[in-house]
């Protein structure tokens, strides 16, 4: 299911999460692992009337904007953009994983959106350091771009639960599906899928659950379920824990 991964690299301690969690999948499905390093743009130049006006709205105005790279900003990139690719080559080889690099020059969400083209799943950290530009485009990475992400927060070498909140919904089952997938290919040990099923309080439990243990034990994945009263932004969060 997931044969090409892509990760969103940044010189950032953050951007080892996702490549952790990248090289934990591709050894399970024999993916290859291709590394986007998206060169931060150079700075824009304007004059001192413009302060606080955007570069794209002095140029609809008809103003001349100027952007260029000076010495300093072209040889800190530099330096920013060989750790990271350093970082993201010494950890696929040492995964013995397959991987190719890509390195772009735009802007972070246009440009690495377009790179996704037929990546089975993105893996991008959450984006909480200081200096990262990728947190800003997390949010709208997920909603414009129609792939699985997986946004890793901490270092991932084995996971053994995949919670998936179920209720019957074409949502619902496919993400069901996918954690099936998942698990089958997991190694070495096959994680526990827990479903769990949200309800408002005082509403018995419904019928969906027992087509998804079907359909769990038709692969003989271990699983296990949690009927939750409440709302599902406080009940999942709390029982994936």
Same mark, same amino acid.
């Given at each position: ?44 130049? #304007?004059?001192? %009337? ?6 794209? /709205? =002095? !140029? +609809? &105005? ?101 919670? #998936?909140?179920? %209720? ?6 496919? /993400? =069901? !599906? +996918? &954690? ?62």
């Amino acid at each position: 299911m997931f044969r090409h991964m892509l990760v969103r690299l940044e010189d950032s301690p953050e951007t080892e999460f996702a490549l952790g969690a990248a090289l934990a999948f591709a050894k399970g499905y024999g993916s290859t692992v291709t590394g986007v390093y998206v060169r931060e743009p150079a700075p824009v130049h #304007v004059g001192p %009337d413009a302060i606080g006006v955007s570069a794209a /709205a =002095l !140029a +609809a &105005a008809g103003v001349p904007v100027s952007s260029f790279e000076t010495d300093d900003h072209a040889a800190a990139e530099g330096e920013r953009q060989a750790r990271a690719i350093n970082a993201f080559e010494a950890m696929c080889r040492d995964a013995g994983v397959r991987f190719r690099c890509d390195v772009r020059a735009a802007s972070t969400r246009g440009t690495f959106a377009d790179s996704i083209g037929t990546a089975d799943l993105v893996t991008m950290p959450r984006g909480e350091y200081d200096r990262g530009a990728i947190g800003s485009e997390v949010e709208q990475l997920v909603k414009s771009v129609p792939h699985p992400f997986l946004i890793a927060s901490q270092q991932i070498s084995t996971v053994k639960r995949i919670a #998936v909140a179920y %209720d019957g919904s074409p949502g619902a089952v496919r /993400a =069901l !599906a +996918a &954690a099936a997938d998942i698990a089958r290919n997991w190694r070495p040990e096959t994680p526990e899928i827990v479903l769990l099923e949200v309800l408002p309080c005082g509403v018995p439990t419904t019928s969906h659950l027992s087509a998804a243990q079907a359909y769990l034990d038709t692969y003989e994945l271990p699983h296990r379920s949690l009927v939750l009263h409440g709302t599902a932004g406080d009940e999942v969060p709390e029982a994936a824990a």
